[in-house]
């Protein structure tokens, strides 16, 4: 068991060292020179700043070579300067990774248990009234723009019953200080809703589906023999049985957790990572953006790498398979 | 006795189905060249909520929503289908390679799969973009790069499943080259699953399409694109212009549904078995 987690960890290892290969190339293969894509129009840089840049890419030096060097200085947690807030990157990162993270986290945990309750109703009533409604709601989500669904429900609690403020995370014009911790959940409800009722269908569907499958079983069948009632039935073997799959299916989801809180950031002007990474990409801020394509991979790779561990070696069954 | 609805059964259903939702889909299609630019010039009649003759409303510069919806769609379909193409032509080259150039380039091809996986795709496409410099070009690269990894899998595992059977084997001992079984036996074969994988592939397409406009990236704001009207309209919510929003974005959902029924149905139509699922 030991061994297989290894084994992951050091696949996830390479995945890292390829993506930073990746994102090199693709930026090298670019027509654009990087040192001037790190100034940008910027005519205010010194001549010593551009020494600098031309440095920490190693423009002089072969491809190989300016990877590793560029490679060197991540790994010692230098990504470089942002040109928008003239700051270090990694400082910006994490100032609004924290941010981000509530949202997602929220958000994560909300979808999780609304998505599994939701898969559960519909197995359990399959074919009746209650699961057409739950599969018909869960189809209709995964065709749905996030960024629309926030839109709509801007108009309607925002705009309509002014339940909550339109957008940004903490009231304008008020001292940091000053924020009270209930402004700041007002301020967060709608975007985390937001990202929310759009992670349910896809925990709803699979839950759903591992659900029929477990209640087909002849355990099930023994268990109803035994006279069990339906709540039993569950406590007793459905939910052991379809937690994990959930769980693990809810780490793999970090990737669209992302994108679709990048969207929800920008609809209600909430300042996080996925809002930064956006401002970054309009305004050619190529550090920031790069140093935020790479935390937010290790943070999906990380998500998926929980999920493979989950599906493999936590559940006993698989434990010989691995 | 069901003789009665002899002649009328489930495929059918799904057949009209599916015919219903191409047919509407074309209709869009059409009228986003039928409709005329006239009706993107600016005029007086500004912020008119919808009504007979401006079905979707104006916006705030007197143009017809309705019509730059249509227009915006069409932008979308074309983007969508382009990108799809060449991310199953991708999924196609990667996932046989990975079948038949054995086990390095197997686990070389599904490590590059993971990697494709991992990264959050809306993020790498924002990358490409920007790199790509932006425009159309950049959105169908950036697109078409990141949703192949899922049909290349199931490539991968379809021509696993055919190239050890009996009349490619025959085949191959008649003495046919490579290039000809992969064309005249493989292909076909896996056809179904790749006519399917790329109609399920549509309504993703469609989306990340919507929303990487939607951020500002690729296309001029002069565009008549889905993403860009709404996050226009994005500025004009708080004076109560919900039709800008609405409108808009309730169609662009019924095209996705659309498209993702097309696929579903044909699906169906094509593995009888999967029905019951």
């Not at chain 1, 010692?76 to 986290?105: C, K």
């Not at chain 1, 099930?220 to 693990?248: D, M, T, Y």
């Amino acid at each position: 068991m030991a061994k297989s987690i290894a084994i992951r960890l050091v696949r996830v290892a390479t995945l890292l060292i390829g993506l930073s290969i990746l994102t090199f190339s693709l930026i090298h293969l670019s027509p654009m020179d990087p040192v001037n894509a790190y100034i940008g129009g910027d005519t205010s840089a010194s001549p010593e700043q551009i020494e600098k840049f031309k440095q920490y890419w190693g423009v002089d030096k072969s491809p190989v070579e300016q990877y590793l060097s560029w490679a060197g200085s991540l790994l010692q947690g230098n990504f470089g300067t942002s040109l928008l807030y003239r700051s270090p990157v990694l400082d910006i990162i994490q100032s609004r990774f924290l941010t981000s993270l509530a949202l997602m986290g929220a958000a994560w945990l909300l979808s999780g248990g609304i998505g599994y309750s939701l898969g559960v109703i519909a197995a359990v009533h399959r074919g009746k009234l209650i699961d057409r409604i739950i599969k018909w709601y869960s189809y209709t989500l995964v065709s749905t723009p996030i960024f629309w669904m926030g839109l709509i429900l801007l108009i309607v609690f925002a705009v309509w019953l002014k339940w909550f403020p339109v957008g940004l995370a903490v009231p304008a014009g008020v001292l940091e200080s000053e924020v009270r911790f209930i402004d700041r959940v007002h301020h967060f409800a709608l975007p985390a809703l937001t990202l929310s009722i759009l992670g349910v269908a896809n925990v709803a569907m699979h839950t759903r589906e591992k659900m029929i499958d477990i209640l087909n079983s002849e355990y099930i069948v023994f268990a109803k023999a035994r006279g069990e009632s339906k709540w039993q039935i569950f406590k007793n073997h459905g939910f052991r049985n379809s937690i994990l799959p959930a769980i693990s299916l809810q780490f793999a989801y970090f990737g669209e957790l992302f994108g679709g809180s990048m969207l929800a950031e920008q609809v209600f002007a909430y300042p996080g990572l996925g809002s930064t990474l956006t401002t970054a990409g309009l305004k050619g801020d190529l550090p920031l953006m790069v140093g935020i394509i790479l935390v937010s991979s290790l943070f999906v790779f990380a998500g998926n790498l929980i999920a493979d561990i989950l599906n493999k070696v936590v559940d006993p069954r698989m434990k010989g398979a691995v | 006795m069901l003789s009665v609805q002899e002649g009328w059964n489930v495929r059918k259903t799904m057949l009209l189905l599916a015919a219903s939702s191409a047919a509407f889909l074309l209709l869009l299609l059409f009228l986003g060249f039928w409709l005329s630019n006239d009706n993107l010039r600016l005029s007086v009649a500004r912020n008119l909520p919808p009504s007979w003759e401006h079905p979707f409303g104006t916006d705030w510069l007197g143009r017809d929503m309705f019509t730059r919806t249509i227009k915006g769609l069409r932008l979308s379909l074309s983007v969508g289908a382009l990108a799809s193409v060449i991310s199953v032509v991708v999924a196609i080259v990667m996932g046989t390679c990975a079948a038949v150039f054995g086990k390095a380039a197997d686990a070389v091809i599904s490590w590059i799969i993971d990697l494709f996986i991992g990264m959050p795709h809306l993020v790498f496409m924002i990358l490409i973009c920007f790199i790509a410099g932006g425009g159309i070009y950049g959105i169908v690269l950036g697109i078409s790069l990141t949703h192949w990894t899922a049909l290349a899998r199931v490539v991968r595992s379809e021509v696993l499943q055919v190239k050890n059977a009996e009349y490619i084997q025959i085949s191959r001992s008649c003495g046919k080259s490579a290039w000809y079984i992969a064309r005249r036996h493989i292909w076909p074969a896996i056809f179904p699953q790749i006519l399917i994988g790329f109609l399920l592939m549509f309504p993703h397409v469609i989306l990340h399409e919507a929303a990487l406009t939607f951020l500002g990236f690729g296309l001029s704001p002069q565009t008549p694109a889905i993403g860009i009207i709404l996050s226009e309209a994005m500025s004009h919510i708080s004076t109560g212009k919900w039709w800008l929003v609405v409108f808009p974005g309730l169609l662009l959902v019924v095209v996705i549904k659309s498209f993702d029924s097309i696929g579903e149905r044909i699906r169906i139509l094509l593995e009888p078995a999967s029905s019951h699922e």
